[in-house]
């Protein structure tokens, strides 16, 4: 491994989300994320589970860092004025 390889970003960043959540790893992998023990407490409730784990997938496939700071930048903007 030399840090070159996007695959080891996309990695880490799944690692990352899944420490700042408190889920393993393997909630991001598994086919069902509500067979996933648990996870209903990471997020307001089992309704949006899903859409958690479609955000997270498809934001841990980005593999520029400017794409992925757009992304975070708009959803705080979103829930500042959700509010």
């Known amino acids: 491994m030399n840090g070159d390889d996007p695959q080891d970003d996309a ?3 799944l ?3 899944a420490r700042t959540l408190g ?6 992998l598994t086919a069902d994320p509500a067979d996933t023990p648990d996870i209903e407490t990471v997020v307001e409730g089992p309704d ?7 955000l997270l997938r498809l934001f841990v496939r980005l593999k520029s860092p400017e794409a992925r ?6 959803v705080v903007q979103e829930v500042t004025h959700d509010g």
């Open 11 to 13: 990695r880490g960043a």
């Open 15 to 17: 690692v990352r989300i």
């Open 23 to 28: 889920v393993p790893v393997a909630t991001f």
């Open 48 to 54: 949006h589970l899903a859409e958690v784990m479609a």
């Open 69 to 74: 700071a757009r992304c975070l930048a708009y």
